[in-house]
């Protein structure tokens, strides 16, 4: 019998899948990923996934990119970005007032 994956956005992910090493976490919200070119290892977050070329690419044993986006809920995102606004304000107020 096959075992099951973990319900996280990283083993749901068939290629980011393929990258990770092993379903148990090494540290909570994260599973190990060994650098196939043998140079490094990372922690991976759960909520985390990539694809394949432009976000993989690997030249033979000496270079590896991978560029991953984390899975956040619409809430989370709703959260940041008013964050990110009300700094965005707040600066341009301040130039207007110290110009």
């Given at each position: 019998m096959e075992k099951e994956l973990p319900k996280t956005a990283a083993f749901q992910d068939e290629f980011t899948s393929s990258l990770l090493d092993s379903t148990e976490?090494?540290?909570?919200?994260?599973?190990?990923?060994?650098?196939?070119?043998?140079?490094?290892?990372?922690?991976w977050p759960k909520n985390a996934v990539t694809d394949g070329p432009p976000f993989y690419q690997r030249t033979k044993d000496s270079f590896e990119k991978?560029?991953?986006?984390?899975?956040?809920?619409?809430?989370?995102?709703?959260?940041?970005?008013a964050q990110l606004i009300q700094h965005t304000v707040k600066v341009q107020l301040n130039l207007v007032l110290t110009y």
């Open positions: 976490e090494v540290e909570e919200g994260h599973y190990l990923l060994e650098s196939a070119t043998g140079g490094y290892s990372m922690l991978i560029i991953f986006m984390k899975q956040m809920k619409k809430k989370t995102i709703d959260t940041l970005l």
